[in-house]
């Protein structure tokens, strides 16, 4: 079976050479280099690395470095800049960047990210995906009506949704509905031209590892979407304060409500699907 993390996110320490623009919660430092061992030691084949927004903005140097380095291991998704008015250029530029496979939006209610979804940038993005063959990946946490809207008014385009599509906890412990936008989600999977990530998932847990309360609504959430829309993924480091990397892999290595089958695919294949792309180790 080979094992794809959706969602990572690897950057340098901070330092004048490569500032952070902002400074989460994370872990001082995660490097290419320390995200492959954490990678080997799990066993996880190959990961989707998500240039990060709040530490980096839009640029994806650093990804680029260490795709470099890692060929083999790494994809690459970069956040791109609604406000440019030549952004299909941008698009265009890092379709031709080695291991690149997709461009990111925010369509959240944090100040900055508060887009309408008809907004003139979100619509120059999603044509520039269709011209060069690249899905969206599209966070809207906390504001699915406004991505519903958003992945409705471009059907061509193909969306790749960020982290189930329910806001996640950055701090322990997970909010007293964590669920609540639930059925939301089981309605979006109507959306033929959309799949989405199962990233994240433990932070939602109300429970310890191993986060036995999480497969219930999971399980509504595989039954619509079917196993080949869904996306496992563990957002680390984003998840870091919540969950340990080992803590976000292992319930779904090991839980008995995934046949190996759906666990192939769900930890993998559907992934693979979407991108377009695996990776080769060696």
């Known amino acids: 079976m080979t094992i794809i993390d959706s969602q990572v996110h690897a950057y340098e320490a901070n330092t004048p050479k490569r500032p952070w623009h902002s400074v989460p919660n994370w872990p001082p430092s995660a490097t290419g280099d320390e995200t492959v061992a954490a990678m080997d030691k799990l066993g996880i084949d190959g990961a989707i690395f998500i240039s990060a927004f709040s530490i980096y903005r839009y640029d994806a140097s650093y990804a680029v470095e260490v795709q470099r380095k890692h060929p083999g291991r790494f994809a690459l998704v970069k956040p791109v800049d609604p406000d440019n008015p030549a952004v299909d250029d941008v698009v265009a530029e890092?379709?031709?960047?080695p291991g690149t496979v997709g461009i990111r939006i925010m369509l959240t209610k944090d100040p900055g990210r508060d887009r309408a979804f008809d907004d003139p940038g979100l619509d120059r993005i999603a044509r520039a995906a269709v011209k060069h063959d690249l899905p969206v990946n599209v966070l809207f946490w906390d504001n699915v009506d406004a991505g519903t809207k958003l992945i409705d008014r471009h059907p061509d385009t193909r969306f790749i949704i960020d982290h189930i599509g329910i806001l996640q906890p950055r701090t322990?412990?997970?909010?007293?509905?964590?669920?609540?936008?639930l059925p939301k989600v089981l309605e979006l999977a109507k959306r033929k031209n959309a799949v989405i990530k199962i990233s994240g998932a433990c932070t939602l847990s109300q429970k310890p590892y191993p986060f036995p309360d999480i497969w219930d609504p999971l399980a509504r959430i595989f039954d619509a979407w079917g196993f080949?829309?869904?996306?496992?993924?563990?957002?680390?480091?984003?998840?870091?304060?919540?969950?340990?990397y080992e803590q976000a892999v292992e319930p779904f290595r090991l839980t008995d409500r995934l046949s190996d089958s759906e666990r192939a695919m769900l930890m993998g294949g559907a992934c693979a699907?979407?991108?377009?792309w695996s990776p080769k180790k060696g």
């Open 94 to 97: 890092w379709k031709k960047t």
């Open 228 to 244: 080949e829309r869904c996306l496992w993924g563990t957002d680390w480091t984003r998840a870091f304060a919540v969950v340990n």
């Open 172 to 181: 322990p412990p997970a909010p007293p509905q964590p669920w609540a936008d």
């Open 273 to 276: 699907k979407a991108y377009r």
